[in-house]
């Protein structure tokens, strides 16, 4: 079964709004993290947070982890078509292969023009 | 610097095949990942390696082999291409645990 579990599946805004995705994930994590995927492309890291941290803020990327709800969100402010991409939450367990990431299943978003 | 680079981009086998998919690295990082990618699946580990000479299976190890002899390549056998093994395949590398991925392009390759 999967660690991470993203939230919405889909998910489609209109240029110059905000998209909140959502990750749950099951076991105890050191940290984790989110990739963003563009169509026919590798993972592209976004922004990593560990475990003993709340909030982290990269550029108009926000996320938030909440240990005690196993959960994490990241927010995209002022969204552009360029941010048209799946995104992918990362937990690095210590319980998963070799400390590796256990990927979800990603959310797809989509911003209009 | 490269980063992490895949070879080949496509390919198309038949069942029961063989092939070697190809992962290099410019990074000097420790640490190499097989995934592969399917619809709704997110990305699964295959086999990772977290040193030269050093190799293990992850989620979903069977039908391929691994070996890393060097630091800078970590290449992924295919033994008897299945229709299962269908799929998009990422490498990636990280310089250590906890640390952020580094991934390649991918290679998408198709079983018939």
Redesign the interface.
């Known amino acids: 079964s999967?660690q991470?579990e993203e939230d919405p599946q889909a998910l489609s805004i209109q240029e110059g709004e905000n998209a909140t995705m959502n990750c749950s994930y099951k076991t105890s994590i050191?940290?984790l993290?989110w990739?963003r995927q563009n169509s026919?492309?590798?993972?592209?890291?976004l922004i990593?947070i560990?475990s003993n941290e709340r909030e982290k803020h990269s550029g108009r990327l926000r996320v938030t982890l909440d240990t005690s709800k196993k959960s994490s969100s990241l927010l995209i402010t002022a969204s552009r078509a360029a941010d048209t991409a799946s995104y992918?939450c990362?937990t690095?367990s210590p319980y998963?292969?070799?400390?590796?990431?256990?990927?979800?299943?990603?959310t797809r978003l989509s911003v209009l023009p | 610097n490269a980063g992490v680079t895949q070879t080949p981009k496509f390919q198309v086998l038949k069942t029961g095949q063989s092939m070697t998919l190809q992962c290099a690295q410019d990074m000097n990082h420790e640490y190499m990942s097989w995934y592969r990618q399917d619809p709704g699946m997110g990305l699964r580990l295959i086999h990772y390696s977290v040193g030269a000479g050093i190799t293990d299976q992850g989620e979903v190890p069977n039908g391929y082999n691994v070996s890393r002899s060097t630091t800078e390549d970590f290449p992924l056998r295919l033994l008897s291409a299945a229709p299962s093994q269908t799929s998009v395949y990422f490498c990636a590398s990280r310089f250590g645990a906890g640390n952020e991925q580094y991934f390649g392009p991918g290679t998408r390759l198709t079983v018939t």
């Not at chain 1, 026919?40 to 890291?45: D, Y």
């Open positions: 999967q991470g050191n940290n993290q990739y026919g492309r590798g993972l592209v890291h990593l560990r992918f990362a690095d998963a292969y070799g400390q590796n990431f256990v990927f979800g299943p990603g």
